[in-house]
Each structure stands twice: as structure tokens, then as C-alpha cells.
């Protein structure tokens, strides 16, 4: 698998020229780019106006509804998302657990919608206990899912996200990361790429992938920047 680089825009920016603007710089700035994936998570509202030719920048969203459609008043649906040309959707962000009170139920039947439209889910965690039941090892400790999903559940991407590293400027160090990724790993029941994330930038990036073997970053505040961002994805395609 190339090495997989999405970018979380969060709430940013504030206008939809400044999108654009962004988009397109980051669009020209990868295009001789070819072994690293990147995806761009914007707000929901600038998605439909961001469009990409290069086959390795995708679009994806920061969130999604479990429901496809109906009386859910502010929500937005992984088929809608689907329809605008996303093809990944974070779902569980500390930020969401936080001011939206998202629950691990709730999360894990948003993963169940997002593969049910073939989104790729990236599900973020901090702690092992958030591993859903139907990812885990059998006689590994019980995830609360509430689901028993039917079908292949290979699309889930698991990103680890450490609170204390999350916008912080105080990034997870190389040690500490590489042994959360191997306890991640021993506690699923599928080999799952894992992610890292939490104040990624061009300096430091390239080393979760060498030294700590994750597959890919999840990056905040470093992809509101198009020249941090674009010299965070060359370092990594160099790997
Ligand atoms: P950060 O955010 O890179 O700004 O630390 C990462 C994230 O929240 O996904």
C-alpha cells in the first residue's frame, strides 16, 4: 500500500475562495507525486466545489450520518457524500467525542454506513478500547459494538490520534507510537493499515513512516499550510 497522507481541514478556512485556493496549490504541488495517496477532508460545504484529475488526491469528509436519508435535521449521509465524489470519511475524532458528545455506538454505526456506501472509514482512537468488538481478536477485551456487520469489513482504516498530541505542537514520539501501532495491531483480527496522528508536520513526518511503520498520517493544522503541506507529502513519497 502507498503511504496514505489525509488531510483534516477541520473548520477551516473561512471562505470558499480561500478552499479553492488551497486545494489548487496543494493539487500542483503533488502532481509529479505518484507513490504517496493524499486526501483532502474539507468542511462539507466546500466539497462539491473542490474537484481533482490527479488520480493520487482524493476527496474525503470529516464526519457522516449513520441514516441515508430523512427527518435528521443538520446531518449529512455517507450516500450523499458518496455522490459528491468522497471516498473516505473520518469518523470518532476526539474533537467530535468531545464537543459533539459522539459515543463509541454511535461511531461504530457511522463505520457500518460509510462501508455500506463504499466510503473507507478512517476511525480515530486513543486508547485500545475503542477498537470496536467486530475488529478485534477474539479473547481480546470487548469493543461495545453494537453491530454484526454482514459483510467484509477490510475498508477500515484505524487511525491513532493521541489526545495529548492532538494540536498541541507536542507530537507523540517515534517509540511511544511504533508500540501503540503493534498493540493496535495484536489486538485486531485483520491486518488494518494504521495511521498516526497528532502534530504531524514536514519535519517529523517522514519518520512515523520509516522508524514506526505506520501506513500513513492523519494531519491538522500542517495541511492549512500548502508549502509545509506539499514539502510534508515529498518527504514521505521519499520513503
Ligand atoms: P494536528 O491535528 O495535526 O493539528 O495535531 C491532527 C488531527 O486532529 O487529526
Redesign the pocket.
Known amino acids: 500500500m502507498k503511504p496514505l497522507i489525509i488531510a ?1 481541514w ?1 473548520c477551516n478556512p473561512t471562505t470558499q475562495q480561500e478552499a479553492k485556493r488551497l486545494f489548487n496549490l496543494v493539487k500542483r504541488g503533488i502532481k509529479s507525486i505518484k507513490n504517496t495517496e493524499v486526501v483532502i477532508c474539507p468542511p462539507f460545504l466546500y466539497i462539491s466545489n473542490l474537484k481533482s484529475q490527479i488520480s493520487n488526491l482524493k476527496l474525503g469528509a470529516q464526519d457522516c450520518f449513520w441514516e441515508e436519508k430523512g427527518a435528521f435535521t443538520g446531518e449529512i449521509s455517507s450516500l450523499m457524500l458518496k455522490n459528491l465524489g468522497c471516498q473516505y470519511v473520518i469518523i470518532g ?3 467530535r467525542r468531545k464537543y459533539q458528545q459522539e459515543k463509541d455506538s454511535m461511531i461504530y454505526k457511522k463505520i457500518e454506513a460509510a462501508l455500506k456506501r463504499g466510503l473507507k472509514p478512517i476511525l ?1 482512537i486513543d486508547k485500545i478500547s475503542q477498537i470496536p468488538s467486530f475488529l478485534r481478536k477474539r479473547g481480546g477485551r470487548r469493543g461495545r459494538s453494537p453491530l454484526r456487520p454482514k459483510k467484509d469489513l477490510g475498508g477500515v482504516i484505524i ?1 491513532y ?1 493521541p489526545l495529548f ?4 505542537g507536542k507530537p507523540c514520539s517515534i517509540e511511544k507510537a511504533k508500540k501503540m501501532r503493534l498493540l493496535i495491531l495484536r489486538n485486531l483480527n485483520k491486518n488494518l493499515p494504521v495511521l498516526y ?4 508536520n514536514s519535519q517529523n513526518a517522514r519518520d512515523y513512516i520509516e522508524k514506526a511503520k505506520f501506513q500513513g498520517l ?6 492549512l499550510n500548502a508549502q509545509e503541506f506539499i514539502k510534508l507529502v515529498k518527504n514521505v513519497s521519499q520513503t
Open positions: 483534516n477541520k475524532h476526539s474533537e480515530c487511525a490520534e498530541a492532538i494540536g498541541t496522528g497528532g502534530s504531524v492523519l494531519v491538522g493544522g500542517t495541511s
